[in-house]
T-cell receptor, first 114, second 112 residues
Framework: DAGVIQSPRHEVTEMGQEVTLRCKPISGHDYLFWYRQTMMRGLELLIY????????DSGMPEDRFSAKMPNASFSTLKIQPSEPRDSAVYFC????????????FGQGTRLTVV | DQQVKQNSPSLSVQEGRISILNCDYTNSMFDYFLWYKKYPAEGPTFLIS?????DKNEDGRFTVFLNKSAKHLSLHIVPSQPGDSAVYFCAASRGSQGNLIFGKGTKLSVKP
């Protein structure tokens, strides 16, 4: 398996534009997590899914952020409209079970909003 | 307010010596602790964990120590190797299935 695949690897966009980040989890993993890494706050959990259903979205910062998982092999994190303070590295991770030691992270998407 | 704190943003160590990375937490409900390693342009990878019922866990060159009374844990790497140069994140959770709360990371540089 190629691991967790995220796209794009880098995204530069203008303030106010819509941004969509994509994630393909490892096949057979029932859990999918979205994290955000910033200098100020470190790594934070935004939302996680179990069997394509959102379970905990308490980390989603604002209504401008939304995440979907239409099927077991694909998830998106959308920011609309984007703001400069959204600039960060966004990681997707997947896990076969709800056990933290078994989560595998993707390489991340570095988002820059100018 | 940061519940998991890594107060040293960076650490430089000579190859072959011991690296000690520190982490403090404030939430007494945390009972499961993990260390992740992250290379540039890659995602974090799980390194080692410890449950609060233990005070030490060892895996090869890596040992994690937990001091519950002080709400402190540390990661020891002995001997340090240049390939250990990375950012190390401390994380805590309530149980092995709880949401992970990460520290901001410590960048370790191991000099040949």
């Amino acid at each position: 398996d190629a691991g967790v695949i995220q796209s794009p690897r880098h995204e530069v966009t203008e303030m106010g534009q819509e941004v969509t980040l994509r994630c393909k989890p490892i096949s057979g993993h029932d859990y999918l997590f979205w994290y955000r890494q910033t200098m100020m706050r470190g790594l934070e959990l935004l939302i996680y899914f179990n069997n394509n259903v959102p379970i905990d979205d308490s980390g989603m910062p604002e209504d401008r952020f939304s995440a979907k998982m239409p099927n077991a092999s694909f998830s998106t994190l959308k920011i609309q409209p984007s703001e400069p303070r959204d600039s960060a590295v966004y990681f997707c991770a997947s896990s076969p079970r709800r056990v933290n030691t078994e989560a595998f992270f993707g390489q991340g998407t570095r988002l820059t909003v100018v | 307010d940061q519940q998991v704190k890594q107060n040293s943003p960076s650490l430089s160590v000579q190859e072959g010596r011991i690296s000690i990375l520190n982490c403090d937490y404030t939430n007494s409900m945390f009972d499961y602790f993990l260390w992740y390693k992250k290379y540039p342009a890659e995602g974090p990878t799980f390194l080692i964990s410890i449950s609060s019922i233990k005070d030490k866990n060892e895996d090869g060159r890596f040992t994690v120590f937990l001091n519950k009374s002080a709400k402190h844990l540390s990661l020891h790497i002995v001997p340090s190797q240049p390939g250990d140069s990375a950012v190390y994140f401390c994380a805590a959770s309530r149980g092995s299935q709880g949401n992970l709360i990460f520290g901001k990371g410590t960048k370790l540089s191991v000099k040949p």
